[in-house]
């Protein structure tokens, strides 16, 4: 079985906020004999024009994860490759200039936009795939923002056996996680 699928969405976000646990994919059957691998994930913003007070950076933070994460109040779990639910991450620097009409995000060509996600190879995903997401920038102003994903996913036949122990490594192993 080699068969890919893309599956797309919209986050919205004010600038210097996070997203927990947006839902990209869930796997709900009792067939254990399917998994889905990631084979590649993009970010780019929708909403490149907004009022934010200035010339200044802007930088979005995004993983995948197979688990949800709980609010500890920080960002900086978002990107934590020591997490096993975590299996891809991106981190993509903008610029905000600004403009007579109205502030502008430009990329500034480093990460190339869309931004793709550095993605742990092989890794199955067995029940769920969400998306953990949150922006800084250099101004108090919060402006709100649209920023578009892709996700593409290979579908792998697997054993039952091999099922379960992919269902057991994509969930927390501990009780804070």
């Known amino acids: 079985m ?14 210097k906020a996070q ?67 975590q299996i891809g991450w991106c981190n993509s620097g903008y610029l905000i200039r600004d403009s007579a009409v109205t502030d502008f995000l430009s990329n ?10 550095l993605i742990d190879p092989e890794h199955v995903v067995a029940k769920g795939l969400f998306l953990q997401f949150y922006t800084t920038s250099d101004f108090s102003t919060a402006v709100s923002r649209d920023w578009n994903y892709m996700v593409v996913l290979r579908a792998k036949k697997l054993d039952p056996k091999e099922t379960i122990l992919h269902l057991i490594k994509n969930v927390a192993q501990d009780i804070t996680n």
């Open 108 to 117: 500034g060509s480093n990460p190339p936009n869309p931004a793709p996600f």
């Open 2 to 15: 080699s068969r890919t699928l893309s599956l797309r969405g919209v986050i919205e976000t004010a600038d």
């Open 19 to 85: 997203v927990l646990n947006h839902r990209v994919f869930t796997y709900e059957a009792n067939d254990l004999t399917r998994g889905w691998v990631v084979e590649a994930a993009y970010l780019w913003p929708k909403t490149t024009r907004a009022a934010s007070g200035g010339n200044g950076h802007l930088q979005a933070v995004a993983s995948l994860t197979t688990d949800t994460i709980l609010d500890t109040g920080g960002f900086p779990e978002m990107s934590d490759a020591s997490d096993n639910r």
